[in-house]
Each structure stands twice: as C-alpha cells, then as structure tokens.
C-alpha cells in the first residue's frame, strides 16, 4: 500500500503549493512505492517558517509543565504505535524488523528524556559588588530548523525535536526524502499529543532543506548528515545564528596482538555489518596487528558469511537492502578503486541480486585486505558493508594511521592491555572512544558525536547532560533596588 505524506503547516496538512511530489521505494523492492511527499518549494518552506514564527510567542510562554505533558503524550502514542511503525520503516528504510522495532521502542526514551527538561532549564546567581542580584536566566533561542538523514529517521529527529521543543523553541522539521513516511509518523505523535498549531511545521523534499537554512528567521540549525552537506549548511549559516552538525565518519579499529581474536573479530563484524553498514558510527578500518592478521581475517570473514542477506520483513534476514541502487553502484566503485589500489577481495565484493533480491538494492557484506594507508579506501567514508584491513608493528604507528583522515567521530581498539587501551583513548583523535566494544551504539544520556570534519564538535550539546545550551540562550540580568 503506498501511503501520501503532506507537508505540515500551522496545524494543516497540505501538499507542496505547486503540487509537486516525489515518491519513496522500497529498497528491498523497487516495485512497491511506500510513500508520495511532496517536494517543497521555497514559497512552502516560508509558509513553514511563518507558521513557527507565529506560533513562537504563544509556545515560549506555555508553562514547563504543559511542555512536559504533551512531550510524555508524545512518548506514549509512540509507543503505542512501534509495532506498525516499526512495519513501515523496514518498508520506507530497509533495516531489518529487529533493528527497526529497536528504534522505534526506543524513540520514546528520548522524549520521556527531554520532558523532564523542561523543568531543568535553570539559571544561576552570581555575586555582585554594586548592585543587589546578578542573575542568568535561559530563553528558547527562537525557530530551530531540524535536518535529519535516513538511516534512523525517527531516533536522530527524536533527540532534536524533544529538546528543541522542551526549551520553548518552535520548530520546522525536514525528514530525509529517503524516509518522509517515518518523518510524518514522528510528527504526527507530537501533534496528537496536543501540540499547538504551528509549533512544530514539517516540510518534505530534496531541495527544502537548502530552502530552510537560506531562511535567516530560522535561528538554529541541527542538522546530521553527511559531510559534504554539512559543508554546505555551515557556509550558509551566517552570524547570529547557530547551527550544529553531526556528519560522517571513517571510524578505526585498532586489533593489537594480544586481544582476543574471537571477540575481536565479533566487535568488528558488528561494528561493521550491522545496519547493513549504514550507521555513522560503523567501522570501515580494521588495522591489525600483522601477526594476527591472517587469523583475524579468517574469523571476521566466517563472521560475514553468517549474515542472511534479504529483505528486512522476513524473520532471520540479518542484513536489509541499501537504502537505493545509487549506494550500490557506490559501493562497486569502491570496491574497484579498492583493487587498482592494491586491495583484495577476501570475501563479498558483489551486489546481490537473484531470486528474491532481484528487485531491490542488495549488495553482499565485502572484507578487503591489503588496503594502503592514505588511498581512497583507508580514508573516505563508505556508507554500506564494506570494510578494508591494514596491518601494523606498533601502536604509535596506528594510531597516528588512524587519525591520518579527515574524520574523528567513533573508534575502537581491542586488547587486554590496558596501558595500551589508555593511550589509544588518549590519543585517538574521536569524539567517541571504545575499549573492547563495537564502534557503533549510542547511550542516550551520553554526548553522541565527532570532531574534525565530523562535525561541529558540539556533541556535548546533542545528547548528555548539556543538551539543552544548543536550544537556549542565556540571558544576564542586573537587578538593581
Ligand atoms: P545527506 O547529507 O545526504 O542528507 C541529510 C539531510 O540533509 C537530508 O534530509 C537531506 O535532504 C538534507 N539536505 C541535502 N542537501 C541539503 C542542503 N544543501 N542544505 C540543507 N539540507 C540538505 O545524508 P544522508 O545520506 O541522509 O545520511 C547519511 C550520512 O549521514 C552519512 O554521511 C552518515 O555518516 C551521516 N550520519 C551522521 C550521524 C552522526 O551522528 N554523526 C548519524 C547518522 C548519519
């Protein structure tokens, strides 16, 4: 059944003014179309920013308590609904149903999260010389333009519209045009619960989001994505507003000789197939200690081979589609610079596409060896199940291997050594460290996110304890008798 999203705008659902659309496949088969949204224009994208403008003065002044209410209620209709969102997000997405039905019961867990912040928007008091009280007290910071990608369409939006929310802010939400049904069923739960008309707008399309941060109304911007468009985002972003980005990454792990192979080897394969190797945080480096080398290999490749490769409704499929055909041709150019570089298929190197696959965007989970530090391989992120092993004599000279790329978001080493995990934390240039565990996962209470190009470097303001100063501005008050 192929379901039509609307754009949302000040409390209606309505459909781009030139009625434009663009459609959704499944990329487990491209046959079924899942969802039609309609492609904003500009003219759409204003009307969206003009609706959370109205709504702001009404929404900053709504009591903590109100804030708080509609948050939980939107957590509850989630919950209530993760069965069926979960069904339409292997459809829409791709992910396997256990990934999915993860996500979905766990979005609620943000917002029930960000309620309680609403309450714990505190200021502070400083002592004064000249005149009674000194004090500091936290606004919303206005409009904040939420801009999500695809591969946890509900998660990643759920942790920027909670906060923002909580904090006063009104909002304007872009779902990636990979997964617009997933951005609508989020939205939908917010607006179910109560909230105000316009306080949270929804606008859909490849272009809307370029439309959005061209708008100077829209103070703040989080945004997670690629690289590349954070490039452009952060150039757009001028002064007085502020904007927050969560990009790629070409995350390491670091196998030193005395580590455990077995486990090792399952904190790679995990790090690196699991969501099909679509994650942020997923491990495209294995640098190995050259002795274990051959051994590691072995079992990682074994590892690979387990994975049930197939669409993501049928139970016992470990590893979904590729979000589109375009990420599998990506990943065949990849593997091909990969051997005129010198690197070796150990295992996959192939898209998939017999019987049931032949329908969608399939490509078998590859392990390379021989990749050479510094080639395209070792250094640019790929998006899918693709990793590359490089080999080493000595930690230093892994470690400074690892940091040689434009990248720092997630990292891992494996070994029993623990001065040696200890100057890998040190040193690893991340925003994310793992000693002995897989380089994907998030703690929801914990700052998730990357430094160099990964980034703004503000994750500390995305998840963990000062989530909330990316959403508020402070305000310096002398009070004098
Ligand atoms: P993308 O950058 O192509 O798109 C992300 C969003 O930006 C989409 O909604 C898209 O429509 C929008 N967009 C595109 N061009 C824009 C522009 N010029 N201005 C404003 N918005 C624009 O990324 P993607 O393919 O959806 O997602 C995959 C990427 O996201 C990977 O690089 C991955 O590493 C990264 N990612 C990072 C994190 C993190 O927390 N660091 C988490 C998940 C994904």
Known sequence: MTITVSNRIGGAEVPATDGATFERANPADRRQIVSIAPESSPADVTAAVDAASDAAATWRRTTPTRRAEILTAAA??????????????????????????MEASRTPRNLELYAGEAY??????????????????????????????W?????LASRKIGPALAAGN????????MTPLMGERLAAAFIDAGLPEGVLNVVHGFAAGAHLVADDRVTAITFTGSTATGRKIH????LGRRVQLELGGKNPII????????????????????????????????????????ALVDKVVALAGKHVVGRGDRPGNTLGPLIDDHAVDAMRTTVDTAGSDGAEVACGGTALDDGELAHGSF?????????????DMASREVFGPVIGFETFTELDEAIESANAVEYGLSAAICTRDIA??????????????RINRPTVGAAFNAPFGGIKQSGTGMHREQLGPTVMDFYTTSRTVWFGS
């Open 151 to 155: 591969n946890f369409p509900l998660n």
């Open 363 to 375: 490509y078998a989970p590859t392990v390379l060896t021989g990749v050479r530090r510094g080639t």
């Open 235 to 238: 150039a757009a972003v001028g």
């Open 120 to 149: 714990r928007l505190t200021g502070a008091t400083f002592p004064s010389d000249d005149t009674p009280i000194v004090y500091s007290v936290l606004d919303p910071v206005g409009i904040v333009g939420v801009i999500t990608p």
């Open 170 to 177: 009104t909002v304007v939400f872009k779902p990636s045009p």
């Open 255 to 294: 196998v030193l000789a005395d580590a455990d192979l077995d486990a090792a080897a399952a904190v790679v394969a995990r790090s690196s197939f699991s969501l099909t190797g679509q994650a942020c945080t997923g491990a495209g480096r294995i640098l190995v200690a050259e002795p274990i080398h051959d």
């Open 76 to 101: 509850r209709i989630l919950a209530e609904r993760a069965d069926g969102i979960a069904a339409e997000m292997v459809a829409e997405e791709g992910k396997p149903i256990g990934d999915a039905r």
């Open 420 to 433: 040696a995990a200890q100057r890998f934390a040190a040193e690893i240039q991340a925003g994310m460290v």
